[in-house]
């Protein structure tokens, strides 16, 4: 048997079970090895029957006097004594009507149970037994708990799991030799016994370290072999002109930061190289990241380049093109501007398409189709990215061939992201970070909002719409409240609109609509037609209403902090002081995680503390099943996070062949392609 063998050949595994395993993810006998538990409970402690304390307990003795019967209807009782040298303590299981049959009288076993009071006497209650002279896996050791689903309980995952770790053949070491003794490594094999039945707390944590130890190698290995395979590429040099940059400066009607001052040099180094650029702006929404973009678009641009930018969603990348065009226009080169996305006439389009390839347009905005279109971009020096999503090797391959060059890539990400995650997530990256806003910014003031306060906070909020300000109400897909079950986006929409504010105009976006309906939507906010603009998240990143200085975030406990954090960017774009409510689904004491916005501003303390809080899938949920299926490290241990990095750099530096190790080299290509960009 092998890690790549089917669990139908496990013995006992029928295709009842098949199917329950397939429901937790577990196909192949590789699948069982790596269900690692959620968490233990230690039945290790073996007492004598004479030292028995309530709780947990486990005793090694021999079974007698076994009683099943009915004490009424469908409620069977098994009673037995269970005996060592010291004394006897009952044991009683609750409808097991097996147990009777499968005790055995005159053998010893271990009984692992609660030790607790039963109609005045202390018995042990539904334990599970195991003959003392087999590997126990249900008692008398540190026992695994794993995530069950109906009908496969953890009883049943231990016996598969016990059954594959013997009988798999390739439980070898994977990773090079010199690597485990420098770090101390224990082998493989070992490290996922111990995950499993661990015959210590110590070893446990050995074999936790090793095992997430192995997870953030290899993925700060795929994405160090993804940034020097970048790094080969060639890209068009893009000669840096003082003048140029002293002009555009210049014409701004305010003075940059000095974050960015650094940043944008950073990037005109970058631009001079034939090595393509690969670099992350990170700055909390309003650090001026498109600002610094459109210089270095524009360095491109005024010397006969072409720029590609892309959004994640087509009211942001519309957005995008009307401020590009304005700034553009300002120094008068509007018309080198285009919208390139799904949502254009086949006209448009072709005329789009026509001016690009002739190369009147200099400066495409659209969503990530424009690198599956049709374009011809014949001299495409730049690609600005905007939102954390990963630019994969084929999505480059792909650009490379359409321009027949690599083009130097700019990500620009508002989405704080702890530094620990952006290591080992974006490794490839080079990493700068706009820590400064423009002065004079407001700070958005955030309170957590009782539901049973909502009459009080409405008719506040009513007084700034009436005069003149507007709100974002913002939901989660499904709100989940404790009275009304799931409540949609669309019933919300309803009870403000028909309800609390029927006297005023009220709007309704959500990602079930049309590109066009959503952009009608939103134009007509943006115009103040809406007081109210009732939502999903599809606003989330990028939206610019200036006028806009209240949001409402419905079923706020169901959000990351830094999720909100995004959010609550969308007010505070204006003069006037702006307000954030926070409102959970019900009325139990908000937690500690919602107060924290209260008093952080800063997004990147936010999303640390969400990542401790929360762990990783929680704050990038899309990423989860991608490069972030982290089973065992813990992002927030930077000490190994540290270690694994070095790790991966010494095996690129020692000029390690990757096909000497074939587990590692199927995981790491296997991450390498890992991309959210589709
Ligand atoms: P981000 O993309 O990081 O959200 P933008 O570049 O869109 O930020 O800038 C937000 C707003 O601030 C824009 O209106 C922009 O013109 C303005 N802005 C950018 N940089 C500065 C600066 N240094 N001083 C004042 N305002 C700035
Ligand atoms: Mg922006």
Same mark, same amino acid.
């Given at each position: ?97 097996? %147990? ?9 076993? /271990? ?91 110590? =070893?446990?944590?050995? +074999? ?28 068009? +040099? ?75 969603? $087509? ?112 490794? =490839? ?127 706020? $406990?169901? /959000? ?35 107060? +924290? ?16 809080? %929360? ?51 199927? %995981? ?11």
């Amino acid at each position: 048997m092998t890690v790549n063998s089917p669990v139908i050949e496990l013995k006992g595994a029928g295709p009842e079970l098949v199917k329950k395993l397939a429901i937790l993810g577990v196909h192949s006998v590789g699948d069982l090895i790596t269900y690692y538990p959620r968490r233990y409970e230690d039945y290790s402690h073996i007492s004598t029957v004479d030292k028995l304390h309530p709780g947990v307990v486990t005793v090694e003795a021999k079974i007698s006097q076994v009683i099943g019967r009915y004490v009424r209807r469908g409620m069977h009782i098994t009673e037995a004594m269970a005996s060592d040298e010291t004394g006897s303590v009952r044991l009683i299981w609750f409808n097991q009507t097996y %147990r009777a049959g499968a005790i055995k009288a005159g053998v010893t076993y /271990f009984i692992g149970g609660e030790y607790a009071l039963r109609r005045s006497r202390f018995s042990i209650l539904n334990p599970s037994i195991e003959l003392a002279s087999d590997f126990p896996v249900n008692t008398a050791r540190i026992v695994p708990i794993y995530r069950e689903t109906k009908g496969l309980k953890s009883s049943a995952i231990r016996k598969l799991v016990l059954q594959a770790i013997k009988s798999v053949k390739n439980l070898d070491e994977h990773l090079p030799k010199w690597l485990t003794d420098r770090q101390k490594l224990v082998v493989y094999g070992q490290a996922v016994t111990e995950m499993h039945f661990p015959s210590s707390a110590s =070893e446990l944590n050995k +074999a936790k370290r090793r095992l997430g130890f192995e997870e953030i190698f290899e993925l700060t290995l795929a994405a160090l072999l993804n940034k020097y395979e970048f790094a080969k590429g060639k890209a068009l +040099a893009i000669p840096f002109k003082q003048k140029l940059a002293k002009d555009f400066v210049g014409s701004l009607p305010f003075k940059l930061t000095n974050a960015q001052r650094k940043v944008i040099w950073r990037i005109y180094q970058d631009l001079e190289k034939t090595q393509p650029m690969n670099r992350l702006i990170e700055g909390d929404v309003g650090s001026g990241k498109t600002m610094v973009a459109a210089m270095a678009a524009l360095m491109a641009i005024e010397q006969g380049f072409q720029v590609a930018l892309m959004a994640p969603t $087509e009211i942001l990348a519309r957005q995008h093109a009307d401020t590009i065009y304005k700034l553009m226009n300002s120094i008068g080169q509007g018309d080198k501007v285009s919208l390139l996305i799904g949502g254009l006439t086949p006209k448009q389009k072709a005329n789009a398409h026509k001016r690009i390839k002739n190369g009147d347009i200099k400066f495409m905005v659209g969503t990530h189709a424009l690198i599956s279109e049709k374009v011809d971009m014949h001299k495409l020096g730049l690609v600005i990215i905007d939102e954390q999503h990963r630019f994969g090797v084929e999505q480059r391959k792909k650009l490379q061939a359409k321009a027949g060059h690599m083009p130097h890539v700019l990500h620009m990400s508002a989405t704080p992201i702890p530094r620990s995650l952006a290591l080992t997530l974006y490794g =490839e990256l080079d990493i700068s970070v706009l820590d400064e806003l423009p002065p004079g910014r407001q700070t958005i003031i955030t309170k957590v909002a009782s539901p049973n306060s909502r009459k009080t906070l409405y008719a506040g909020i009513d007084k700034q719409l009436q005069a003149g300000q507007q709100m974002f109400v913002v939901c989660p897909l499904i709100l989940d409240t404790e009275t009304s079950g799931g409540v949609s986006v669309e019933e919300v929409y309803e009870q403000l609109a028909k309800h609390d504010f029927k006297h005023r105009k009220v709007g309704l976006l959500h990602g079930k609509m049309k590109s066009a309906e959503k952009d009608t939507v939103m134009k007509k906010f943006v115009a103040h037609e809406y007081d109210i603009l009732v939502s999903t998240t599809v606003i989330e990143v990028g939206v610019d209403v200036p006028n806009a200085t209240i949001m409402l975030l419905e079923g706020a $406990e169901s /959000f990351g902090l830094a999720q909100v954090h995004q959010l609550r960017g969308r007010v505070g774009r204006g003069e006037h002081q702006s307000y954030c409510y926070l409102m959970p689904s019900d009325s139990r004491a908000p937690s500690q995680r919602l107060r +924290a916005l209260e008093t952080i501003s800063d997004g990147f303390k936010l999303a640390e503390l969400d990542l401790q809080l %929360r762990g990783p899938g929680a704050i990038y949920g899309s990423m989860q099943h991608g490069a972030l299926d982290l089973r065992v490290a813990e992002l927030t241990d930077i000490k190994l996070i540290a270690a694994a990095r070095n790790a991966a750099q010494d095996f690129i530096d020692r000029k390690e062949s990757l096909k000497k190790y074939p587990h590692l080299d199927l %995981r790491v290509s296997t991450l390498r392609a890992v991309t959210n960009l589709n």
